[in-house]
């Protein structure tokens, strides 16, 4: 496997580095092999009693219609120059074995009797409780679920030296062969970037102190300099957008797909 276009090494910069890329390579496809990686780095998240609820579909692009892909927003134009999109779905169905997978973390003593698991308490109570939830909380949970699983998955392409960017879609899951206990959440596209993997700097976010709190909400998490200094030597934090040639970058890209200035 090649392994050019590999800029981000460590954690820090891998996260750093990653953005949501709508430019891709479109003659260029993805290796099987680098898709086997972001996919195990997805089933490697943490999962709720490691039930097994999320799974993915990878298409590419050349195996699905354009009339399949129409039940998405307008914008959604990365879905037609991504070289592989990757179906995350969830099934609700996994719950069913979360008494029995939850034996199993105690046989391997991941969950121990110190912290008062038993067998008991896993099936006159976990398992009841997860019924009583119903599906709205138990979809709640698979979309969280997904959720981890999808973040290590888009870290795991950037280290790769892929783009990746989710895509709403609201098409028939039909055409993925789904069971029906199955939902489609959302489309990762996946492809070489045709952008830069900068793509024009750190993309806007509200401010750390609007989101994280100390104690209770509206106390701002205290923010150490040191440790700011530390994440920007380290590639976490990196130069904000719009970076100076990013309308000019943009602008090349239109050209070059043909696409609306
Ligand atoms: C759940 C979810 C849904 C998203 N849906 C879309 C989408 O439908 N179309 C799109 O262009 N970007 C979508 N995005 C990407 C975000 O808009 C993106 O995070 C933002 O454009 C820029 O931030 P980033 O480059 O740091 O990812 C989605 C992201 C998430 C997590």
Redesign the pocket.
């Known amino acids: 496997m090649d392994a050019d276009n590999i800029e981000a090494k460590d954690l820090f910069e891998v996260i750093g580095t990653?953005?949501?890329i709508?430019y891709y390579q479109t003659w260029r496809p993805v290796e099987d092999e680098k898709i086997q990686m972001i996919l195990e780095a997805a089933r490697r998240a943490t999962h709720a009693a490691n039930a097994g609820a999320t799974g993915a579909v990878v298409v590419t692009r050349d195996e699905i219609d354009d009339s399949d892909l129409s039940a998405?927003?307008p914008?959604?134009l990365?879905l037609q120059l991504a070289p592989v999109l990757i179906f995350w779905y969830g099934d609700i169905s996994a719950w069913e074995q979360q008494g029995e997978k939850l034996k199993e973390l105690m046989k391997v003593y991941a969950l121990n009797t110190t912290h008062g698991w038993s067998e008991k308490l896993i099936d006159d109570l976990i398992v009841p409780f997860t019924k009583a939830q119903g599906d709205e909380t138990n979809w709640l949970m698979t979309a969280l679920d997904a959720?981890a699983a999808i973040a290590q998955a888009q870290l795991m392409a950037t280290r790769l030296g892929l783009g990746t960017?989710?895509?709403?879609w609201a098409g028939n899951p039909g055409i993925l062969g789904l069971p029906e206990t199955c939902k489609v959440f959302?489309i990762m596209t996946l492809g070489y970037p045709a952008e830069s993997m900068e793509?024009g700097g750190?993309?806007p976010r509200r401010p750390f102190s609007d989101l994280f709190h100390r104690g209770k909400y509206g106390t701002p998490f205290p923010e150490s300099d040191e440790a700011v200094a530390e994440m920007r030597e380290r590639r976490l934090l990196q130069r904000e957008a719009p970076l100076p040639w990013r309308a000019a970058e943009v602008r090349a890209l239109a050209h070059m797909f043909g696409l609306p200035e």
């Open positions: 990653r953005r949501s709508r998405t927003l914008a959604n990365q959720g960017c989710m895509n709403q959302w793509a750190q993309r």
